[in-house]
């Protein structure tokens, strides 16, 4: 179990949430932080590299793609 810790201040708490660069449960940690990512992006974007003419033409396509992402979350969700 994790003993409670106590801070003056965020700044003090927010620096005890790092971890050194050799610290062994930093792997884990991270691996923690990209699962939940994975939750939270349901619809991940088309896999693969895109060969575009123009920055107009990107984001045009990733336009596209959050329209999709958005129209899949509204089917989900009863057409909110």
């Given at each position: 179990?994790?003993?409670?810790?106590?801070?003056?201040?965020?700044?003090?708490?927010?620096?005890?949430?790092?971890?050194?660069?050799?610290?062994?449960?930093?792997?884990e940690?991270?691996?923690?932080?990209?699962?939940?990512?994975?939750?939270?992006a349901?619809?991940?974007?088309?896999?693969?590299?895109?060969?575009?003419?123009?920055?107009?033409?990107?984001?045009?396509?990733?336009?596209?793609?959050?329209?999709?992402?958005?129209?899949?979350?509204?089917?989900?969700?009863?057409?909110?």
């Amino acid at each position: 179990m994790t003993p409670i810790q106590r801070f003056r201040d965020f700044e003090a708490a927010r620096e005890a949430l790092w971890l050194a660069p050799d610290d062994p449960r930093l792997f884990e940690k991270i691996s923690h932080v990209w699962e939940f990512g994975r939750q939270l992006a349901k619809y991940p974007l088309p896999r693969g590299l895109w060969f575009l003419r123009s920055m107009e033409e990107a984001n045009a396509q990733r336009e596209a793609w959050t329209a999709e992402r958005v129209r899949r979350l509204c089917d989900e969700r009863g057409g909110r």
